[in-house]
């Protein structure tokens, strides 16, 4: 093979190395491109989860804390209704300590 046949077929593969390399490089930036997008994807569809499990937690919490709330109110108006009870039971016997606490202090005075 004459000399100048050899530099032109050294310089034609030497072309299509760089064609090669050149596609090589568009495709490794594409697929990063591609990688970081799914990235994206998944570190949104991750804070999405986290935001709706965030909510469910919060409303349980709300739940619960309402729950102890009404139970508390109940307690309280339990406790209210076994006062009121306690102290209309006890009435009469007030009546009749003061009744008697007033004729006590009249016949000291007499």
Do not use: C, H, W
Not at 83 to 109: K, M
Request: charged share 50%.
């Amino acid at each position: 093979m004459p000399r100048q046949e050899v530099l032109e077929e050294i310089k034609k593969v030497e072309q299509e190395a760089d064609e090669i390399v050149e596609e090589a490089e568009a495709k490794r930036e594409e697929l990063v491109a591609e990688a970081r997008r799914e990235a994206d994807e998944i570190r949104s569809e991750a804070e999405s989860k986290a935001n709706e499990l965030e909510s469910e937690r919060l409303s349980e919490g709300r739940e619960e804390i309402e729950a102890e709330r009404q139970r508390i109110l109940e307690e309280g108006e339990d406790a209210r209704d076994e006062l009121i009870s306690d102290a209309e039971d006890r009435i009469d016997e007030a009546v009749t300590y003061a009744i008697g606490q007033f004729e006590e202090a009249v016949d000291a005075q007499t």
